[in-house]
């Protein structure tokens, strides 16, 4: 029962350095979101996906890429690492509903840029 | 307007007290407000939810107050338990955009044993 996975769950990179996080779901879910957590600012969107080979800008996309190649997968790319991202990023997903639904986080990638 | 502020950012409780968070939204096109309970190193999980069209939503020790004409929305914690101890977030979204949510910026609650 995974649930969503998330991988690396620690990483350091130095400026410059391009990497990506990994996010699996288990559940076939369509709908799959990226989020950034910052202290005193909550959780902010960076992108996310309403279905298999579809993606959409979110609230702070700049400086990511993503891709969702497949249902189960969502990937979160940074080309150029700067310490502005710095953060703790969590991949999450949901089922498609307009009457209210889940939404179900990994446990989290902390990610360090120097 | 796509704010929703959240306070207070940390809040300290004794143990069989109650805690209470609040939350205020600016879009009223927003219809659908969970809220989250995130435990130290781990993600986010939905704890209660409510839709504008009741004004209070209770399961178990938690309660959702809702005021659609104040724009806010609070989470009470009744007998508060030290593990009930984590960090609390609202959201707000609007269902035909699909599950596309605003966060508060989150109260970090300690209950004292």
């Known amino acids: 029962n995974a649930g969503v996975t998330q991988t690396p769950k620690f990483r350091v990179l130095k400026t410059g350095q391009s990497m990506t996080l990994l996010c699996a779901q288990d559940?076939?879910?369509?709908?799959m979101y990226w989020y950034r957590q910052d202290p005193g600012m909550g959780l902010r969107l960076i992108h996310y996906?309403?279905?298999?080979?579809?993606?959409a800008k979110g609230e702070v996309p700049d400086g990511y890429n993503v891709s969702r190649l497949k249902k189960q997968n969502f990937l979160l790319g940074l080309e150029s690492a700067a310490p502005s991202q710095t953060s703790v990023y969590f991949c999450?997903?949901?089922?498609?509903?307009?009457?209210?639904?889940?939404?179900?986080f990994g446990e989290g990638s902390w990610l360090t840029v120097v | 307007q796509q704010q929703v502020k959240q306070s207070p950012q940390s809040l300290i409780v004794q143990k069989g007290g109650i805690s209470i968070i609040n939350c205020a939204y600016e879009?009223?096109?927003?219809?659908?407000f969970p809220w989250y309970q995130q435990f130290p190193g781990k993600g986010p999980a939905l704890l209660i939810a409510?839709?504008?069209?009741?004004s209070e939503k209770k399961e178990g020790r938690f309660t959702i107050s809702f005021n659609k004409s104040a724009k806010q929305f609070s989470l009470h914690i009744m007998d508060s338990q030290p593990g009930d101890s984590a960090t609390y977030f609202c959201?707000?979204?609007?269902?035909?955009?699909?599950?596309?949510?605003?966060f508060g910026p989150g109260t970090r609650l300690s209950v004292l044993p």
């Open positions: 999450a997903s949901s089922r498609q509903s307009h009457s209210g639904n889940t939404i179900y």
């Open positions: 559940m076939n879910h369509e709908y």
């Open positions: 996906s309403v279905g298999e080979g579809t993606t």
């Open positions: 879009n009223t096109a927003f219809d659908y």
């Open positions: 409510i839709r504008p069209d009741v």
């Open positions: 959201a707000a979204s609007m269902l035909i955009y699909g599950q596309n949510f605003v």
